[in-house]
């Protein structure tokens, strides 16, 4: 059978071998678990099929859509693993390239002397850490334990492969260096996130990956270890396929931004496409932070797969819920912000998630649209989820750190310490 849709002024030609008695039909694909679970690989020869095998009919009702598909498709290439290197960090290095980039075009390289340590330790805007001689040292106060130990735990796994050096690492949730500052005040201070256009911190993997995160009620000691969540989650959604999941979109979690309001209210006016909630935080006071409701119970990360779409939208920073909902296999509907983390770059809109305008104005048109077009809704998810599943290991992590701080070293650093500072102590 040969399709022929128009896309704006050309035409794409597609051609599709079926079964030569089966008319394609949507509802047929998606009630057969094979196409979500058993699902051929996307590669540069079938990576329009069947998004773009669509009938005169729909495509005419969502042209505006599936030409924004067809163009993010067009512009994108599948990320090379290589099978042999487990370890491998390669796809994400660009992002340290461009953190350091920027001191090096505004202060040259290797401009980080003793001099300018002592002003960043003076200054106080993030935690002191030093190398000497294979061994870690920090300040003796950390303003989060956690989030300290969860940073220490991934450089003490590659410490005999850094050379010696000082080290400022922000455990706040905000990043500290804005690109606005006078020159004299751009430290090149680390951070796990930053707002891109705003900030200029050089991004480190959040210390979430090993310990800290949100402390809620069903985890008080904050979300847990990236890699055990990962076997979870993992778990959880092999013994839920796409058409056992409910058709509706989900979102649980505190009030630490008012951009989340409209999620909120859209879940009070469209129940039948939205179950959206605030729940309580250390902040709560009473139902005016929960927008006149009572809070919601918090939702475990597992019951969040149970849902075929779910929200994310940054809070303070960006949001620590991100890399999760992919693992569900479901489709992640990002709503659009500046806050990454180091990974976010990689994820491509109507590749790997669906992007939901900053200011809402498209979310109930994209959910209808989903939901008219289920097939394509459940590839979105699948390869969202191994994206996540086969990109952001903890050996990523590791490989990630070791780079981020030999180039941090190599290329920004002049001053070395020869011995440890008397004021630190040592972290084992």
Same mark, same amino acid.
């Given at each position: ?125 993030g935690v002191h850490y030093q190398i000497v001689g294979k061994r870690l040292y920090r300040q003796s106060n950390c303003m989060f334990p956690s989030r300290c130990q969860g940073i220490e735990h991934f450089i003490l796994e590659i410490i005999d492969k850094l050379p010696n050096m ?51 009620? +069903?985890?008080?000691? *904050?979300?847990? /270890?990236? %890699? &055990?969540?990962?076997? $979870?989650?993992? =778990?959880? #959604? ?24 409209? +999620?909120?209210?859209? *879940?009070?006016? /469209?129940? %039948? &496409?939205?179950?959206? $909630?605030?729940? =309580?935080? #250390? ?12 809070p919601a119970k918090t939702v475990s990360f597992e019951d969040h797969c149970e849902y075929k779409y779910l929200f994310n939208v940054h809070g303070v920073a960006a949001s620590f819920r991100y890399k999760h909902l992919f693992l569900c296999r479901s489709v992640v509907l990002n ?94």
């Amino acid at each position: 059978m040969i399709v022929l849709r128009k896309f704006n002024n050309f035409s794409l030609f597609i051609l599709l071998i079926l079964p030569i008695s089966s008319k394609f039909n949507h509802s047929d694909a998606v009630d057969n678990e094979s196409c979500y679970d058993k699902e051929r690989p996307i590669d540069a020869k079938n990576k329009y099929l069947p998004e773009f095998n669509i009938e005169d009919g729909l495509y005419q009702k969502w042209s505006k859509i599936f030409d924004a598909i067809r163009l993010a498709h067009q512009n994108y290439s599948e990320p090379y693993i290589d099978k042999n290197n487990v370890t491998s960090c390669t796809l994400f290095l660009p992002s340290i390239d461009s953190d350091l980039r920027y001191f090096e075009e505004n202060f040259g390289s290797n401009f980080i002397t003793e001099e300018l340590i002592n002003k960043m330790i003076a200054d106080n805007r993030g935690v002191h850490y030093q190398i000497v001689g294979k061994r870690l040292y920090r300040q003796s106060n950390c303003m989060f334990p956690s989030r300290c130990q969860g940073i220490e735990h991934f450089i003490l796994e590659i410490i005999d492969k850094l050379p010696n050096m000082d080290l400022i690492i922000n455990v706040r949730d905000y990043p500290q260096v804005g690109r606005y500052f006078s020159n004299d005040q751009q430290f090149p201070i680390l951070s796990f996130s930053k707002e891109v256009t705003s900030y200029a911190d050089i991004i480190y993997p959040a210390w979430t990956f090993w310990s800290g995160g949100p402390a809620l009620d +069903i985890y008080p000691n *904050g979300i847990g /270890r990236w %890699d &055990l969540i990962r076997e $979870k989650l993992l =778990k959880t #959604q092999s013994k839920l396929p796409w058409t056992k999941k409910k058709n509706i979109a989900f979102f649980r979690g505190s009030r630490t931004s008012s951009q989340r309001d409209p +999620i909120v209210m859209l *879940g009070r006016s /469209r129940p %039948d &496409l939205v179950d959206a $909630k605030y729940t =309580k935080n #250390q902040a709560w006071k009473s139902k005016a932070d929960t927008l006149g409701d009572e809070p919601a119970k918090t939702v475990s990360f597992e019951d969040h797969c149970e849902y075929k779409y779910l929200f994310n939208v940054h809070g303070v920073a960006a949001s620590f819920r991100y890399k999760h909902l992919f693992l569900c296999r479901s489709v992640v509907l990002n709503v659009e912000s500046d806050w990454i983390e180091f990974f976010y770059p990689y994820l491509k809109p109507w590749i790997h998630y669906v992007p939901i305008d900053k200011n809402f104005d498209n979310v109930v048109e994209v959910l209808e649209f989903l939901n008219d077009n289920q097939l394509l809704a459940s590839r979105i998810a699948k390869r969202g989820f191994e994206f996540i599943r086969d990109h952001l290991t903890m050996n990523t992590i590791r490989c990630y750190w070791q780079n981020l701080l030999t180039l941090y070293s190599d290329r920004i650093i002049s001053y070395r310490p020869m011995k440890p500072d008397p004021n630190l102590i040592e972290i084992y």
